[in-house]
Nanobody
Framework: VQLQASGGGLVQAGGSLRLSCVASGRAFSTYVMGWFRQAPRKEREFVASISWSGSVTIYADSVKGRFTISRDNAKNTVYLQMNGLKSEDTAVYYC?????????????????WGQGTQVTVSS
């Protein structure tokens, strides 16, 4: 599985962005998908995860109520809608796929990773 993330950019605090991650291959609908981020000089952290069907989602406390993860299995795409952006959301955002299992906050459980897309929030 190859993952291609896009949609990052520069936005003012309080603004919105929607990230997309397109997956290659036929098995996309069987994968748990996740979004992670890494800010400069910080460790990678979990953002959100979604079940293969899209019926179950989990979020980091820091983004709950502001970010929404969703997926379109017909388009092999997972999205991250980010509203109310804050300067602390500035990071490179990565999408990841987990073959089997359930939604997870642990990056070590994800097998495939995209290349990342930069999100910069100016205050």
């Amino acid at each position: 599985v190859q993952l291609q993330a896009s949609g990052g950019g520069l936005v003012q605090a309080g603004g919105s962005l929607r990230l997309s991650c397109v997956a290659s291959g036929r098995a996309f609908s069987t994968y748990v998908m996740g979004w992670f981020r890494q800010a400069p000089r910080k460790e990678r952290e979990f953002v959100a995860s979604i079940s293969w069907s899209g019926s179950v989602t989990i979020y980091a406390d820091s983004v709950k109520g502001r970010f929404t993860i969703s997926r379109d299995n017909a388009k092999n795409t997972v999205y991250l809608q980010m509203n109310g952006l804050k300067s602390e959301d500035t990071a490179v955002y990565y999408c990841a796929a987990r073959n089997g299992g359930t939604e997870s906050k642990s990056g070590s459980l994800y097998t495939y990773w995209g290349q990342g897309t930069q999100v910069t929030v100016s205050s």
